[in-house]
């Protein structure tokens, strides 16, 4: 059965390096960044929540077509509302796919020193709605989001190829 795996999480957790590898590494599945989709929209950076709002269900449309091929698709998407988390749930589902939620959590000083770290086309837009006050408060709200049932994964610590291994076992546990 094709599964949605939704890699969830603040800014800077690994989400987009995880998901690119488990693509580059299960061939056909697609790795559906969002925020790739984001930049084909013009206007992109002055109206980046209301263009994320244009995108969301085409990033659906998608996954719910490449599912339906048969195929996985793995989505890192920062999502901090139930509400929204279910969108995907219900999308995966109406082709017969399975759902998988894994959240990556790092402290948010680590997620803050990643995001400072790296060079990301999204980095701009980060910094101009709060930058590290932006990623502080996410990585809050996760601590609300986060549910009993939720498979989590502590990322500060681990490399990625640490924190890829985890993913694979979380999912195989989920599988069996």
């Known amino acids: 059965m094709p599964r949605l795996i939704h890699l969830n999480g603040p800014t800077g957790v690994g989400k987009s390096t995880i998901a690119a590898r488990y693509a580059a590494e299960h061939p056909r599945t697609l790795n559906l960044d969002a925020d790739e989709i984001v930049r084909l929209i013009g206007g992109w950076q002055d109206d980046f929540l209301g263009t994320v709002d244009l995108v969301r269900p085409l990033a659906i449309t998608m996954a719910k077509h490449h599912l339906a091929s048969g195929h996985d698709v793995v989505m890192p998407q920062l999502v901090n509302r ?4 279910d969108l995907f749930a219900r999308a995966a589902r109406s082709v017969g796919a399975d759902y998988q939620e894994l959240v990556l959590l790092a402290p948010a000083e680590v997620a803050v020193g990643r995001f400072r770290g790296r060079s990301h ?3 701009g837009v980060v ?4 930058g590290e006050a932006l990623i502080n408060r996410i990585c809050g709200q996760f601590a609300a989001y986060v549910t009993p049932e939720s498979v989590v ?8 190829g640490e924190t890829y291994e985890t993913m694979i076992a979380a999912l195989t546990r989920a599988v069996a």
Not at 127 to 130: D, I, N
């Open 121 to 123: 086309h999204i980095d």
């Open 153 to 160: 994964i502590q990322t500060a610590g681990q490399d990625p």
């Open 127 to 130: 910094e101009t709605l709060g």
């Open 82 to 85: 139930h509400d929204q988390r």
